[in-house]
């Protein structure tokens, strides 16, 4: 079965560790968990693919449990910060490579594909999923974090004396939000409601087994994000506001039927209870 490795294990090597960031680590971890129970494995016999992976944030953790982990990014000082953080704590099950999530060829599929913060800024969204799904074992999951283009944090992020600044320098200029930057380096491109993120995935044939909001409003301020009561407040409310509130979401998707046969039913208003986990499948 699983191997035992607790939560705050897990978290503990990531550089990212605010209420927003554990939130994070601990949709992945379950659905690792989850998994690996599934398929009455060690979580060592899982692959993990994970695109824009930056410095580590999640990659270090999933490289903790075991798991074989492959790291995708553009950014060339990212995977040379990650390649050096997981050397310095021996992880030998860890692999970088130089590429955009499209462009990517990985030569195998893998048990879970992550995208973390990538769909939003991609100019070809459909493409992104494409490969995604190409990389994905038949019976593997996605996990997708997208924040919400319409949400608090982007209406505080879009007004702010520097987001008009490069919007103004754009339109001066003729430019492309897309047009000669990486994913690490570009404003988002596409804005998402949660229907027309499910109206993405679905057309790419993946159907959603989870659907948690990330934070609510207190992110607006990174001042107020360290604080770790409020960020805790923040991670809380998360919980009870409607989706088109939030500030962004992670899920949790399979391949699903083909395009047209029906969005499944967990992907309406109701939210989907997602309990906390400690171990896992080292304790309850």
């Known amino acids: 079965m699983a191997s035992t490795i607790s939560f705050e294990e897990f978290a503990a090597v990531s550089p990212c560790r605010d209420a927003v960031d ?4 601990l949709f992945v971890y379950r659905a690792l968990e989850d998994l690996a129970a599934e398929r009455r494995a060690q979580v060592t016999d899982l692959s993990v693919l994970e695109f824009a992976c930056g ?33 310095r704590a021996g992880f030998d ?47 593997g999951v996605v996990i997708v974090a997208a924040a919400n283009g319409y949400g608090p944090r982007q209406l505080s992020s879009y007004l702010s004396p520097r987001s008009l ?31 027309s993120l499910v109206t993405l995935f679905h057309r790419n044939g993946l159907d959603v ?48 039927g083909p395009a047209g046969s029906g969005v499944p039913a967990m992907t309406t208003g109701k939210r989907v209870p997602f309990p ?3 171990s896992l499948h080292g304790a309850p």
Do not use: C
């Not at 099950?93 to 990985?106: I, K």
């Open 93 to 139: 099950n860890l692999s970088v490579t130089a590429s955009d999530a499209v462009a990517f060829r990985g030569g195998e599929r893998f048990d879970l594909v992550i995208a973390s913060g990538v769909i939003e800024r991609a100019a070809d969204p459909d493409a992104l999923l494409a490969n995604v799904v190409h990389h994905l074992r038949p019976d």
């Open 165 to 195: 600044a490069r919007r103004w320098s754009r339109q001066r200029d003729g430019g492309d939000d897309a047009a000669g930057s990486t994913v690490a380096s570009r404003v988002r491109t596409r804005h998402f409601t949660p229907g």
């Open 209 to 256: 087994q989870r659907f948690m909001n990330s934070d609510f409003l207190f992110t607006i301020s990174k001042t107020l994000r360290s604080n770790p009561a409020i960020g805790s407040l923040d991670t809380e409310l998360a919980d009870l506001v409607p989706r088109w509130m939030a500030s962004g979401w992670y899920v949790a998707l399979r391949r699903g």
């Open 276 to 278: 906390a986990a400690q």
């Open 55 to 87: 410095a580590g944030a999640v990659t270090l953790p999933l490289a903790r449990t075991g798991a074989r982990v492959r790291a995708v990014d553009t950014d060339r000082r990212s995977l040379d910060a990650l390649s050096n953080a997981a050397s």
């Open 22 to 25: 554990r939130r994070k680590l």
